[in-house]
């Protein structure tokens, strides 16, 4: 009777209780509308708006180094920063009994955590950087291919031999990986990336003021050495802060740059070269260098996960310099084309970027007598085709590769498989680029459909082209995460070796066999470079797996 007499007198209170709590709520929600009101009427709308925009931009470039990783609060409302971390961390609480996890998008596995480390705003920050590098070597190494005649007739030397310098640019930036890879690796992502633009900017400069053909030559080859940084150690760094899912997406942006280069510059090259002189473009391109040093040093942070110079500490300096001469080892690198999946991988690269070489490298020679055209101009708007094709394919190329993936997870019950990706670039590369090397070359060979014709095949290839690059490179950091950067490293050698090739041979093969014929080889090497990646589709998750259990035998037998 005690007890239930207590829990009535407990049920009366609370009845009394509960239009106090509810007053109390009603003016606290008035109270809350008041505030809102009178913020409202100190702070407009269009001003808050302003404000906020403010501290959004002004944030990521308050600080040169990496430390501010994680951004700190921040009230929008008022323009006040604070101190403290904001940082999420996985709480327990009465509530569920699950851990709280990091925002993302999609398909989310264990260890994503680590693509956590920069806001989204910062990533994208780094993203926009890392492409503008990216534009730098590409656009050098055919911008100056609209002023071919008037850098032969500068230096007293012949086309054969200014296309092998050209070929030689290509060979260099291929051997550039096998420096800037393992520096990469072992001192981190950020001064490699800082080293490798200020002196591409020094070297353009030589280019520039170059009295004779040798130092022209020599110039151009170093500033080549440097380019290849940007494209390998950048794709590293998106590698470093975007989970698997959302990666392809990035890398297509990223590769915006590097696809877009050698399309733009001959045009731009070509504006100059009619209004100017050759030399104006190494200018230019010196001033574009500049920019991304100081970009950066200013944005890109260190987005290593690890480095390998701790591995040096307490070493002394002999053993130091046999262990990182060891790092340097080409071999090590050319190993990795061992296994079938990366080979074919690679090798479809090289097709794609013969193809991209071979078909703007003769433009100036091929198209120019074909419509009796005589400016530089004239022929630089040609590489605008094969140029917007790259610029617009970059908005849903690396999506599409994205949805093919996904798309398979959900086949596989949420099971990731790497090779699924591949799937997303076997029709553009096996029918739709084929078919337009096809057309093009006979279509100048026969000479029918005019301008239209092959201007529109160009630009249905760039689209196709940035298809296939986002989905191919990003299954290079996929296949061998371990080894991630040497796998990138070493197929960016096979890709410029395949497009030094394209450079040094497509005027002499077009000379004797015509451009309908050299077209068609073209065709034919990619589409057996697609049967290759749909091999890899297909049974690239057993080689890969395969190679894996290979590594972790040989591990456990040297320990």
């Not at 291929?174 to 690796?185: K, T």
Request: glycine residues 8%.
């Amino acid at each position: 009777m005690a007890s239930l007499a207590t829990s009535s007198s407990k049920d009366e209170s609370s009845q009394h209780d509960a239009p106090e709590v509810i007053s109390s709520a009603r003016s606290a929600d008035t109270s809350q509308v008041e505030e809102a009101a009178t913020l409202t009427a100190v702070n407009p709308s269009w001003w808050r708006s302003w404000r906020s925009m403010y501290w959004t931009w002004r944030w990521p470039l308050r600080k040169l180094n990496g430390r501010d990783q994680i951004d700190t609060g921040r009230d929008l409302e008022h323009g006040n920063v604070f101190s403290q971390d904001t940082t999420l961390a996985p709480v327990h609480t009465h509530a569920s009994s699950h851990d709280v996890v990091p925002h993302h998008d999609g398909h989310w596995e264990d260890g994503d955590e680590i693509y956590a480390r920069f806001t989204p705003k910062r990533k994208i920050l780094i993203l926009i950087t890392l492409s503008f590098c990216s534009f730098l070597a590409p656009i050098s190494s055919t911008s100056i291919l609209s002023a071919a005649p008037e850098v032969v007739e500068t230096f007293k030397t012949t086309a054969t031999i200014f296309n092998l310098s050209n070929a030689m640019y290509m060979v260099f930036m291929a051997l550039s990986a096998f420096l800037y890879g393992p520096l990469g690796q072992t001192y981190g992502r950020k001064w490699p990336l800082t080293f490798a633009a200020a002196t591409f900017t020094a070297f353009s400069i030589g280019s520039a003021v170059a009295p004779d053909f040798r130092t022209y030559f020599a110039m151009r080859l170093l500033t080549a050495f440097q380019g290849t940084a940007f494209l390998t150690l950048g794709q590293a760094v998106l590698g470093d802060i975007y989970a698997p899912v959302a990666r392809a997406k990035m890398v297509s942006i990223f590769l915006m740059g590097v696809l877009v280069g050698p399309a733009i510059g001959p045009c731009i090259a070509g504006v100059i070269v009619t209004y100017s002189h050759w030399r104006a473009i190494f200018w230019l391109q010196a001033a574009l260098a500049g920019v991304a040093t100081i970009a950066m040093l200013a944005i890109v942070p260190e987005t290593a996960h690890n480095m390998r110079k701790d591995d040096l500490e307490g070493l002394g300096r002999r053993d130091k310099t046999v262990k990182v001469l060891k790092w340097m080892n080409p071999i090590t690198i050319l190993k990795l084309f061992r296994h079938p999946h990366l080979c074919f991988v690679a090798i479809a690269c090289g097709s794609l970027v013969f193809n991209m070489y071979s078909l703007l490298t003769p433009i100036r020679y091929v198209l120019n007598p074909r419509f009796d055209l005589k400016s530089p101009l004239d022929a630089g708007l040609f590489y605008l085709a094969p140029g917007f094709g790259y610029f617009f394919g970059t908005f849903f190329g690396g999506t599409y590769s994205s949805h093919v993936l996904k798309k398979w997870i959900a086949k596989r019950d949420g099971k990731r498989v790497p090779e699924d990706r591949l799937r997303a670039s076997l029709v553009a590369m096996g029918v739709v680029i084929p078919s337009c090397m096809l057309l093009y070359g006979w279509a100048i060979e026969k000479q029918v459909g005019g301008i239209p014709l092959p201007v529109i095949v160009m630009f249905i290839q760039g689209v196709a082209q940035t298809i296939c690059f986002p989905t191919l490179n990003t299954y290079c950091t996929e296949a061998m995460p371990e080894r991630s950067s040497e796998v990138v490293n070493g197929n960016y050698f096979l890709r410029y070796c395949f497009a030094g090739l394209g450079s040094a041979f497509c005027l002499p093969a077009i000379n004797k066999i015509g451009v309908g014929w050299f077209s068609t080889l073209s065709a034919g090497f990619l589409m057996a470079s697609a049967l290759g990646v749909w091999t890899t589709a297909v049974w690239g998750a057993g080689w890969r797996e395969g190679a894996a259990d290979a590594k972790g035998e040989k591990s456990d037998a040297s320990e």
